[in-house]
């Protein structure tokens, strides 16, 4: 037998706990016990209770399997089979807000959903659809921010319902929203389509959110956006909200005071937490600029996102087990796309209004897009026998961009990941 390569090791206690990224098992046995193992693997116990669950999860393997060739037929057999259609429509890339920190910061702003783009982005999916066999979709409603320019999503929604019908594919609608203009009406709209996913950002209590995320003409956007977000909640339009916070050092000292304000304000069970550092974008933009003097060094995100998390856990609120920068985004699955206000099509999110990551308009009759899912990357990352490679999936392409000026490279976090996830999971299983 042979340890997987996908197994993070977490030594506390006398114990080791073992967490396999690759099927999300968990399993925590004494460290005498595991230094036993790894000395005789070649003469296990097979009927041993504690070996028979390694070998079950997938923490023992043949010594024989080739797990890198394992791990690659996988990739593709599932990225392949996939019959899930993701897109992303923006109504506009316009905001409403002044943020510091914008990754869209230097984009063409000025960019509307028009009736003549609105029908003809229908028509590509309509036909995307005819040549494909999908069985389930999700509808991201993006931007920009989308509530700035609301009409195209009014005659959207019901139209791109009739398409799904059409081809009998199920499907959800989320919405990604500053949250200020998500007005009653606007929710009541959304809760008529398969609604499941409301993201939006607080960056502190209200007087250091309305210091950073504020309106253009500089006022503030705290309580409005708490006020839609109750209304969501309290009337059931939604069952759970995606509240992100992003931090540096400006605000991380305040984001202890606005998850209490959370807590005492909302049912935290409704509440799906993510905390995000501040990054670069492209270009010698004014948002660069912020994030060179605010950002808070790589260094040092070990110790203070784990400070937040351990606050969050420590207030009730539920948190994933692992960080992660990326993972198999739309940029990497198959049958997935970004279908900005102008009429260009993406892969990736990041990427829009950015005219090296245009792949196609909605005026092309050409249906098969890239993607940037390379295998080459994987070859890499497995070569490294990195254990995060399952969760990551080599990256983010935005961020390799950045990096390499090269989509096709690596986005590589190894040993920050290992230092971070390693303090994560002493918090939540030794409780240190």
Known sequence: MKWSMFIIRVAENKQILLYNTFNSAIVIIEQKEYRYINSNLDNLDLLNKNIKVLIKEEFLIDKNIDEKQQFLKA??????????FCIHILPTTACNFSCPYCYQCGIERDYFLDTEKLNKTI???????????????????????????????????????????????????QIVSNGYNLTKEKIDLLAKY???RFQVTLDGPAYIHDNRRKLKNGMGTFDKIVENIRYAIENNKIKQVSLRINYDNNNIKYIPELLKYIKRNFDINRIILSFGFISNTIGDSEANKYVLKHAIDYADIKDTYTKLYKIAIDLGFAMDDLFMFDGMCTAKLDNAMVISADGNIYKCLSGVGRKEFVVNTIDSNNYELPNYLFLDLYEQCLEKQCEFLPLCNTGCRFNAYLKN????????????????????????????
């Open 123 to 173: 028509n590509y999916i309509d036909n995307y659809l005819e040549k494909k066999e999908m069985s389930w979709a999700t509808l991201i409603i993006h931007g920009g921010e989308p509530t700035v320019y609301w009409e195209p999503v009014i005659k959207l929604l019901p139209k791109i319902n009739q398409v799904f019908k059409k081809y009998k594919v199920s499907y959800n609608t």
């Open 194 to 196: 398969n609604w499941n």
């Open 405 to 432: 000026k090269n989509i096709n490279s690596i986005d590589c976090h190894q040993e920050w990941l290992k230092k971070i996830n390693n303090k994560l999971l002493k918090i939540i299983y030794f409780n240190k």
């Open 75 to 84: 990739l593709q057999a599932e990225w392949q089979e996939n019959k899930h």
